[in-house]
Nanobody, 119 residues
């Protein structure tokens, strides 16, 4: 299984970026999907998740600004990030958790992609 995120980028505060993620060797519709991030000197945190039933969850810090979604063919996961803030600067990871009645850890992690937001 290989999980690959798109290239991140640099943007000014208030701007937008969209990350995408694809996975080879698995069928997305049988996986819970999530985005995590890790900022310098901070612990890794969950940003958004998408369950097999389509339920979305978001960290309080990104609610109303970030949107997790997947394409209709269920081959690509997206994270639309709007109204970006400098505190959103981090390495972002795409994660696929096998669904076995629940989302099973540790899952399959991408290599991470850098997002930098300047003030």
């Amino acid at each position: 299984v290989q999980v690959v995120e798109s290239r991140g980028g640099s943007v000014q505060a208030g701007g937008s970026l969209r990350l995408s993620c694809t996975a080879s060797g698995l069928t997305l519709k049988t996986y819970c999907m999530a985005w995590f991030r890790q900022a310098p000197g901070k612990e890794r945190e969950g940003v958004a998740s998408l369950n097999v039933d389509g339920a979305e969850t978001y960290a309080d810090s990104v609610k109303g600004r970030f949107t997790i979604s997947q394409d209709s063919a269920k081959t690509t996961l997206y994270l639309e990030m709007d109204s970006l803030k400098p505190e959103d600067t981090a390495i972002y990871y795409c994660v696929m958790f096998p669904y076995v009645g629940y989302c099973n850890s540790p899952g399959h992690w991408g290599q991470g992609t850098q997002v930098t937001v300047s003030s």
